[in-house]
């Protein structure tokens, strides 16, 4: 006899027999309504030892994942999968981040709904700084965009597009406002010109520490 139980799950769109493990540690079973479930129980009993196996390995992902620390402006936040809730999403409550109702999902599509999360929050918070700071320093900049980028944590085009990378989420306020500065001062000079220096200088007299904190830190 299996140590585990399974959800069993008709479908008259199935052509046969499918078992998946879910993200809380689940055994879901598909079948088609015209199979006998004596069958479908004898079919599960002979994938026992890869169910158990795949079973062991999404505990402990899970285990794993829930131990994970999240870095949001350089404050941490325990990251908990929360399979009951009612409401699917990801949300901050006091030093916990909640990604909510993911009793289907893998570890790879959990990841991905943080980012998502983490992406909306980075555009919010450097979209408002950019509205501050670009009034402050007198400069106008036309688009302002979201990526992925491996090297980069920022650009400014000619046309007065802007680029930021949104890992920058992780980072301390003070160095997302060197970041947008130093893309913003580029709408007054493309170049890095001694001139360009002095005009960061004037909006942020700590780049260079900045700067450098930018460089020493890494988040993946």
Same mark, same amino acid.
């Given at each position: 006899?299996?140590?585990?139980?399974?959800?069993?799950?008709?479908?008259?769109?199935?052509?046969?027999?499918?078992?998946?493990?879910?993200?809380?540690?689940?055994?879901?079973?598909?079948?088609?309504?015209?199979?006998?479930?004596?069958?479908?129980?004898?079919?599960?009993?002979?994938?026992?030892?890869?169910?158990?196996?795949?079973?062991?390995?999404?505990?402990?992902?899970?285990?794993?994942?829930?131990?994970?620390?999240?870095?949001?402006?350089?404050?941490?936040?325990?990251?908990?999968?929360?399979?009951?809730?009612?409401?699917?999403?990801?949300?901050?409550?006091?030093?916990?981040?909640?990604?909510? &109702?993911? *009793?289907? #999902?893998?570890?790879?599509?959990? !990841? /991905?709904?943080?980012? +998502?999360? %983490?992406?909306?929050?980075?555009?919010?918070?450097?979209?408002?700084?950019?509205?501050?700071?670009?009034?402050?320093?007198?400069?106008?900049?036309?688009?302002?965009?979201?990526?992925?980028?491996?090297?980069?944590?920022?650009?400014?085009?000619?046309?007065?597009?802007?680029?930021?990378?949104?890992?920058?989420?992780?980072?301390?306020?003070?160095?997302?406002?060197?970041?947008?500065?130093?893309?913003?001062?580029?709408?007054?000079?493309? &170049?890095? *010109?001694? #001139?360009?220096?002095?005009?960061? !200088? /004037?909006?942020?007299? +700590?780049? %260079?520490?900045?700067?450098?904190?930018?460089?020493?830190?890494?988040?993946?």
């Amino acid at each position: 006899m299996s140590d585990f139980t399974y959800q069993l799950k008709r479908s008259s769109r199935s052509s046969g027999i499918k078992i998946a493990i879910r993200a809380n540690a689940q055994v879901l079973v598909t079948a088609p309504r015209f199979i006998p479930e004596f069958i479908i129980k004898k079919f599960v009993e002979s994938q026992k030892e890869w169910i158990e196996n795949n079973l062991a390995k999404s505990k402990k992902q899970q285990a794993e994942i829930n131990h994970d620390e999240i870095l949001i402006f350089d404050k941490k936040y325990q990251l908990v999968i929360n399979n009951s809730a009612e409401k699917i999403g990801v949300e901050v409550r006091g030093e916990k981040i909640f990604v909510n &109702n993911l *009793s289907e #999902k893998t570890p790879s599509k959990i !990841k /991905k709904q943080l980012e +998502e999360f %983490l992406k909306k929050t980075a555009f919010k918070y450097i979209g408002t700084r950019i509205q501050i700071l670009s009034k402050k320093m007198g400069v106008t900049y036309n688009r302002l965009a979201l990526r992925e980028q491996s090297s980069r944590w920022g650009s400014c085009s000619s046309r007065g597009n802007l680029n930021f990378n949104w890992r920058l989420v992780h980072y301390p306020p003070a160095i997302i406002d060197y970041v947008i500065i130093h893309e913003l001062a580029h709408r007054l000079e493309l &170049n890095h *010109s001694k #001139k360009f220096w002095e005009i960061v !200088k /004037k909006h942020d007299s +700590e780049y %260079l520490i900045h700067k450098g904190q930018l460089r020493k830190r890494r988040y993946n």
